[in-house]
């Protein structure tokens, strides 16, 4: 008992060293720590057990790549700034439903790549204009995109910390959407109740949002069936076949994520011919590459666990509490831990709280626990999300300090609703049926 104890205290310490302290890649810290733990559990470095669990969530970093690369075809594009202006520009002066817009429009991205990053590098930049035009403060946008990033990489249809917990357990991505759903839609609308209580009214003010929604983007609407076709065409190659495998079980082929989203990147380019694909693939693996760094870190990270049995070792500790302290500590140390990586915190804590949780509904368990990892992107010292979203202002943007207090407000009310599903989960399991 004392080797696995001595060999995970090591191996964490040797990852916050080298994240804080050195401010090391967290790939390449899980990476390191991982070899200190295999050299002190097993007396000796071995290459091939690395290089396995580099792969171990190989399939999951293929739908992050093929994701960023339909989310960056559609940036290139203009899709998402023609369908940000489309959505907005029809709003007229209605308030609450132009918050609700913005909402979706933020999370959308984070939907369908499971990456807050992606969803505050693309859509998150183009509602700031109108956020600010409705009369919303800069520090509370900023929080509001940060937050929404958040949301969506909670919802469905594509959850990456799901996915790498599914992946730990032999767990098959299938039944998340109603549970991960429960968990992203109330917090959807509080924030858009949020919003709403936080415009500053103000002469002129509708009039200044209709001009932001209509300049979210560069690109204009462009009127005609050709523009429709060009917005909409992408999004039904998608979501059409995740639609269609959830209908009709074993009768709609099962092509998977990843070539669902490269299909949808063709269209893209189908349909709009001047698209540069070598600078969509470039681009977009440079946003793919530190999420894929981490996912193979923390795979050598769980492998190593395993064979020294630190693993197991998490999981008898975790059955030694009881249901109710349990799920009061993964709630506390899994977001903590999630703010070096939210991806890290899933495969590291997320797995061996599922382990020690089973018996309830285990799928909404997990798209409870990915939700307590996805808050790690809010959480300091790296902040991620919240950062981002400063930066989209500039040099007089508001203060870090200050809108990662503000995020830390929403991330507990995450952390509230993850938890009351996962207390509850025997309850909601059968919906996930």
Request: include cysteine; charge should be positive.
């Amino acid at each position: 008992m004392t080797v696995p104890i001595i060999v995970f205290a090591t191996m964490v310490l040797a990852f916050l060293v080298a994240t804080v302290k050195l401010s090391w890649p967290s790939g390449l810290a899980m990476g390191l720590a991982a070899v200190l733990g295999m050299a002190i559990g097993q007396g000796q470095v071995e290459v091939a057990p690395l290089v396995e669990g580099a792969f171990g969530f190989f399939d999951v970093g293929l739908v992050i790549a093929t994701a960023m690369m339909f989310m960056k075809a559609l940036e290139l594009a203009g899709t998402l700034e023609d369908l940000t202006a489309r959505l907005l520009g029809g709003l007229g002066s209605r308030r609450g439903l132009i918050l609700a817009a913005c909402t979706f429009l933020v999370m959308l991205p984070g939907m369908l790549t499971g990456s807050s990053t992606a969803a505050a590098l693309t859509t998150g930049r183009f509602v700031i204009p109108v956020l600010l035009g409705l009369g919303m403060a800069q520090e509370n946008a900023a929080t509001f995109v940060a937050l929404a990033s958040i949301f969506g990489m909670t919802a469905p249809p594509v959850n990456i910390p799901a996915m790498i917990i599914g992946s730990g357990v032999d767990m098959p991505y299938v039944g998340f959407e109603v549970p991960l759903l429960l968990i992203s839609l109330p917090l959807a609308l509080g924030l858009v109740i949020w919003s709403w209580t936080r415009l500053r009214r103000t002469p002129g003010s509708d009039r200044v949002a209709l001009e932001g929604a209509g300049s979210a983007g560069p690109t204009s609407v462009r009127p005609g069936w050709l523009s429709d076709l060009r917005v909409a065409a992408p999004f039904v190659v998608v979501i059409g076949p995740m639609v269609a495998i959830r209908v009709w079980p074993g009768v709609a082929p099962d092509i998977g994520l990843a070539a669902i989203f490269a299909l949808g990147t063709l269209s893209v380019w189908a349909l709009t011919p001047r698209l540069n694909m070598i600078t969509v693939v470039r681009q977009s693996l440079d946003l793919s590459m530190p999420i894929l760094g981490i996912l193979a870190g923390a795979g050598m990270f769980v492998t190593v666990m395993t064979m020294t049995g630190a693993r197991g070792l998490l999981v008898s500790s975790a059955l030694l509490l009881s249901a109710r302290y349990l799920l009061i500590v993964g709630a506390l140390v899994i977001p903590l831990f999630g703010g070096v990586s939210a991806y890290a915190s899933a495969s590291v804590l997320g797995v061996p709280f599922l382990l020690a949780m089973l018996g309830k509904s285990d799928i909404a368990t997990a798209a409870a626990i990915s939700a307590l990892a996805a808050v790690g992107d809010l959480m300091p010292p790296i902040a991620l999300v919240p950062s981002l979203s400063v930066q989209a202002f500039g040099s007089e943007g508001p203060g870090r300090a200050r809108v990662i207090k503000r995020c830390l407000v929403g991330g507990a009310a995450i952390v509230v609703v993850a938890a009351s599903l996962a207390y509850f989960a025997k309850f909601v399991g059968f919906l996930s049926r």
